[in-house]
């Protein structure tokens, strides 16, 4: 038993915990990443199709575009909002592993303090992922 009441058997289960929130969180930074790289190879390929299509109805020499051309545009935007998204899920991820690996840390070495102060400071970014989510479907929408 340590000086604060808590057993090393109590640290020990809390380190199972967290390696198993690890593994999950791991598997959804590799998500994050995987869809952020298909999200940003859409945008190029999207760009170019974009530009190829603009480049066409231009001519190169006119000066005059239909309006209905530049909608053509809101695609690329949705894409680099979405790609933009995932990325920022990755990063929360991979920010919520790190937190878990410092404070996994702590408890193998016995730093009860540390280990109290770590525990205390890890936050997922659930709420914020999930309004960034409603931002871009609401930009979808409107």
């Known amino acids: 038993m340590l000086a604060s009441g808590v057993e090393y058997e109590d640290i020990e289960t809390l380190a199972q915990i967290l390696e198993r929130e ?3 969180h791991r598997r959804r930074c590799a998500l994050c990443f995987a869809m952020f790289v298909f999200a940003f190879c859409a945008l190029v390929v999207a ?3 974009v530009g190829v299509h603009l480049a066409s109805v ?3 020499t006119a000066f005059s575009v239909p309006v209905a051309e ?3 545009f809101q695609v690329p935007a949705m894409l680099a909002g979405v790609a933009m998204l995932f ?3 990755w990063w929360a991820a991979q920010n919520c ?3 878990i690996e ?3 840390c702590a408890a193998r070495n016995g730093r009860l303090k540390l280990f109290q102060t770590f525990l205390g400071e890890i936050q997922c970014a659930e709420e914020k992922k999930r ?3 409603l931002e871009i479907l609401k930009g979808a929408v409107m």
């Open 22 to 24: 690890k593994v999950m």
């Open 131 to 133: 309004r960034a989510w």
């Open 70 to 72: 530049f909608a053509l």
């Open 102 to 104: 410092r404070t996994l």
């Open 87 to 89: 990325f920022s899920s």
């Open 97 to 99: 592993v790190n937190t």
């Open 58 to 60: 231009l001519g190169w």
């Open 47 to 49: 760009l170019v199709v």
